[in-house]
Nanobody
Framework: QVQLVESGGGLVQTGGSLRLSCAAS????????MGWFRQAPGKEREFVSA????????RYADSVQGRFTISRDNAKNTVYLQMNSLKVEDTAVYYC??????????????????????WGQGTQVTVSS
């Protein structure tokens, strides 16, 4: 069992930056691939970014490529999402998720929500124009 707690959300103007954090507890954090997803009002949850258990591989949605950076600190059991050049369309609740890397299917940087086993409660990000 893994517990995930997101933080760092808030209100920011267009072009601003935020850094989200997701603190994990319960199991060996370094054995989990981690992902960030988001859900805007009236829309389905969508993939934002993922990072492999070692941190050696990352993946981004086209909509955030070049603006967002995912990273992890296995010593601190935390994954981060640095968000720069924020746009109004980035407004959403952001969720982090964890996938045990040895549980099939073996996907190092999972892009689909159905591949993840544990989810956080989410943190609201609002970008104003």
């Amino acid at each position: 069992q893994v517990q995930l707690v997101e933080s760092g959300g808030g209100l920011v103007q267009t072009g601003g930056s935020l850094r989200l954090s997701c603190a994990a507890s319960g199991q060996t954090f370094s054995t989990y691939a981690m992902g960030w997803f988001r859900q805007a009002p009236g829309k389905e949850r969508e993939f934002v970014s993922a990072i492999s258990w070692s941190g050696g591989m990352t993946r981004y949605a086209d909509s955030v490529q070049g603006r967002f950076t995912i990273s992890r600190d296995n010593a601190k059991n935390t994954v981060y999402l640095q968000m720069n050049s924020l746009k109004v369309e980035d407004t959403a609740v952001y969720y982090c998720a964890a996938k045990y890397h040895l549980r099939p299917p073996i996907v190092l940087v999972p892009p689909s929500s159905d591949l993840y086993h544990y989810w956080g409660q989410g943190t609201q990000v609002t970008v104003s124009s």
